[in-house]
C-alpha cells in the first residue's frame, strides 16, 4: 500500500467520477438532439456524428451553440407531461364521481323500496331514468 499513496487514490476517484459525468452529459446531449423537433433530420445526423466523432469538442460545440435551448425543451417536455398528467387524473377522478353519484342515488331508491315508500313499478322507472341520465 506504501505505493499508492492516499492523494494518488483521490485523484484516481476523482478522475473516475468525472469521467461518469461526462458520459452521463454525452448521453444527454445524445438524448436532446433526437428529442429536438425543431432540429431537422440532417442536423440530427450532423450533430450525432460531431459528438461521436469529436465527443468531447462535439460536447463543449453542442453546449456553447444549444445549452440554453437544452433547458428549455426538457422544461417544456416536463410540463406537457405534468398537463397531460392532471387531464388524467381530472377524467378519472370525474368518471369515479359519475359512478360513485349514480350507485348512491340507485341504493337511495332501494332503501325507499324496501322501506315501502316506492311500489316496484315506480321503482323500475326511477332506477330507469337513473341509468338513463348517467
Known amino acids: 500500500m506504501d505505493d499508492y499513496p492516499l492523494m494518488n487514490a483521490f ?4 478522475w473516475f467520477f468525472l469521467w461518469i459525468i461526462w458520459l452521463v452529459l454525452l448521453f444527454k446531449i445524445i438524448g436532446d438532439i433526437f428529442r429536438d423537433d425543431s432540429l431537422g433530420g440532417w442536423g440530427k445526423a450532423g450533430w450525432t456524428v460531431f459528438v461521436c466523432v469529436l465527443p468531447f469538442l462535439g460536447c463543449f460545440v453542442y453546449l456553447l451553440a444549444r ?4 433547458g428549455e425543451r426538457e422544461l417544456g417536455r416536463a410540463r406537457e407531461r405534468e398537463r397531460a398528467f392532471r387531464a388524467y387524473v381530472r377524467e ?6 359519475s359512478v360513485t353519484a349514480t350507485a348512491d342515488e340507485l341504493a337511495k331508491l332501494a332503501g325507499l323500496r324496501n322501506h315501502g315508500d316506492l311500489t316496484p313499478a315506480e321503482y323500475e322507472q326511477a332506477k330507469a331514468k337513473v341509468l338513463a341520465s348517467h
Do not use: F, H, P, S
Open 92 to 97: 378519472t377522478a370525474g368518471d369515479t364521481a
Open 11 to 14: 485523484l484516481t476517484m476523482l
Open 67 to 70: 445549452g440554453r435551448g437544452m
